[in-house]
């Protein structure tokens, strides 16, 4: 079983709400995890940081206040609020347990805004 | 600002080797390690490895550790990636990120600067 998992894809309305999840594997279940947004051709941006107990220090820089994270057992969940075209692309989320061991990066998520 | 600025695209043969720079500016270049995140294409996002600015440890994934090497030349602010006896398997963007916070002798994320990314591919 991969560490973190994330659904393939995902989408969402012009204007609509969307939750994207990442589950640990339940060995991974005190990670924090990172989010990070990577649009068609760019390379990946820092969107936050979650814990179990949610969002956890500052913003990657001109992230939005549309988005939000959430951490809720081995799940830890990126909304994204009033969807717009340029949040399109392909989220990943990343662990770090602070052993400075091993960094690992969950298969992404396709984002469409339809 | 914090820029990170990588060489350029490279072409090579399977068995040869490939050497990709970054060149940091915009802070203190001991204060912060860099790692390295590679993407093959189409595929998702792959951490390799990590060197102390500070002290030059460096740190890999198991699957590349006795071919990849990375150095820092502090004079230049520059930190080296270099992938030897390279397969088609290695063909991807290599992108150098730095974290948030400070850390001299860890690794440490989130990662929130990166470099603009040096394709290499490898082909026959």
């Known amino acids: 079983q991969p560490v973190l998992t994330q659904p393939p894809s995902a989408s969402a309305s012009l204007g609509a709400s969307v939750t994207l999840t990442c589950t640990l594997r339940s060995d991974y279940g005190h990670y924090l995890v990172d989010w990070y947004q990577q649009r068609q051709g760019k390379g990946p941006r820092f969107v936050m940081r979650?814990?179990?107990?949610?969002?956890?220090?500052a913003k990657g820089d001109d992230i939005p206040d549309r988005f939000s994270v959430s951490g809720s057992g081995l799940n830890r969940s990126l909304t994204i609020k009033n969807i717009q075209e340029e949040d399109e692309g392909h989220f990943y989320c990343g662990a770090d347990h602070g052993t400075g061991a091993d960094f690992v990066f969950g298969g992404g998520t396709k984002l469409t805004v339809l | 600002q914090v820029q990170l600025v990588q060489s350029g695209a490279e072409v090579k043969r399977p068995g040869a080797s490939v050497k990709v720079s970054c060149t940091a500016s915009?802070?203190?270049?001991?204060?912060?390690?860099i790692s390295w995140v590679r993407q093959a294409p189409g595929q998702g996002l792959e951490w390799v490895g990590w060197i102390s600015t500070y002290n030059g440890v460096t740190k890999s994934v198991e699957g590349l550790q006795g071919r990849i090497h990375m150095t820092r030349d502090t004079s230049t602010s520059t930190v080296f990636m270099e992938l030897n006896s390279l397969m088609s398997d290695d063909t991807a963007v290599y992108f150098c990120?730095?974290?948030?916070?400070?850390?001299?002798?860890?690794?440490?994320?989130?990662?929130?600067?990166w470099g603009q990314g040096t394709l290499v591919t490898v082909s026959s």
């Open positions: 915009g802070y203190t270049f001991n204060d912060y390690g």
């Open positions: 990120v730095r974290a948030r916070d400070r850390a001299r002798t860890t690794v440490a994320m989130p990662w929130l600067f």
């Open positions: 979650v814990g179990s107990s949610g969002h956890m220090g």
